[in-house]
């Protein structure tokens, strides 16, 4: 396991689902010691209700996430270069991240997880597909940087 960055950047294809997961489940996680914010290729759709609902399910809130774009980041000032890891969860947006390493010496990971938005028919097949991806998340984040820390 590695000591915790200062900063880490969760990027994937629209950052409504997967991205705002992995923010969301870090902060809970990890707490405020690094700064960690997510980003999309694209900024076309809202944060998902099914990446809230599944969540919810373990206390991370999610439904004030507002959607942006890396293209947002750089004109809201947000310096991507100041970004110590950038971690990309869909292979678009691992490309994005690696043409951006040209500019900016960053650290970019590849963690493919799960795209769970055109999955399963009914509720509660869509909610199985969202937990999978959420679970995967949960899983490479302790895998990365150990267990959650206990606030109190």
């Not at 992995?22 to 960690?36: C, H, L, N, P």
């Not at 599944?54 to 004109?75: N, Y």
């Not at 010496?105 to 869509?126: F, N």
Request: proline content about 5%; hydrophobic content about 40%.
């Amino acid at each position: 396991m590695e000591p915790l960055p200062q900063s880490v950047l969760f990027c994937c294809d629209h950052n409504s689902c997967r991205s705002p997961m992995a923010e969301g489940i870090m902060k809970r996680f990890y707490g405020t010691g690094t700064y960690v914010q997510s980003a999309g290729v694209h900024n076309d759709m809202e944060i998902d209700g099914f990446s809230i609902a599944v969540c919810d399910e373990i206390g991370v809130e999610l439904a004030r996430h507002r959607s942006r774009s890396f293209d947002d980041m750089e004109q809201w000032g947000d310096d991507l270069s100041s970004f110590d890891l950038v971690v990309a969860l869909s292979p678009a947006s691992l490309r994005r991240a690696q043409e951006l390493t040209r500019v900016f010496h960053l650290d970019v990971e590849y963690w493919p997880i799960l795209d769970p938005t055109g999955l399963g028919e009914s509720r509660a097949d869509k909610l199985a597909a969202y937990r999978q991806a959420r679970d995967q998340i949960v899983a490479r984040l302790i895998a990365r940087w150990g267990a959650p820390i206990e606030e109190g």
